[in-house]
């Protein structure tokens, strides 16, 4: 079975993007390569609970995304924060392929509708060489979670990796799929 987002990519975004920017073939039409999800959780996990924050939000994530995230560690120590090199302080989720498209309809049909006074994705978040960033300030907004078992409240990064050169490509992409941007 293939993904909606993936079909609809297939049949509908490839045409519009070789005509708005007039790529010889569709090899060259930019595509999403991947989706980074990162959790920081270095707030949360002080105090002597990290290992239960830390198990609670990787539990979360894979609930999300499907996949079991990877722990990120400290690179290094820092005593204003009591952080040591080494300790936990979050989890992130690298997705491709079909997980990846299955994440990102979620993502933009269900995500990001519930979020409150949701007016529009930034369009200035791009990374200046077609990647798109956003922050999600709250995680209960995705349908997989049970808010009855959620102690702390945890944001999360995304990131939308695709194959474009430019942001007005990666923009126009993106829009295509359904991401809505706010208006200027």
Known sequence: ?????????????????????????AMQVPRLEKIVINMGLGRLSEAGRQTKVIDEAVSE?????GQRPVITKARKSVAGFKLREGQPVGCMVTLRG???????????????PRVRDF??????????????????????????????KVQYNKGMNVSLITTSRTDAEA??????????????
């Open 98 to 112: 079909e997980r990846m498209y299955e994440f990102f309809d979620r993502l933009v049909n269900l995500a990001l």
């Open 119 to 148: 007016k529009g994705l930034s369009p200035r978040a791009f990374d200046g060489s077609g990647n798109y960033t956003m922050g999600i300030k709250e995680h209960l907004v995705f349908p997989e979670i049970d808010y009855s």
């Open 171 to 184: 923009m126009e992409l993106l829009s295509c799929l359904g991401v809505p941007f706010a208006k200027n």
């Open 1 to 25: 079975m293939i993904p909606r987002i993936k079909a609809l990519y297939r049949q509908k975004v490839i045409p519009a993007l070789i005509e708005k920017f007039s790529y010889a073939n």
């Open 61 to 65: 994530l894979a609930g999300i995304t």
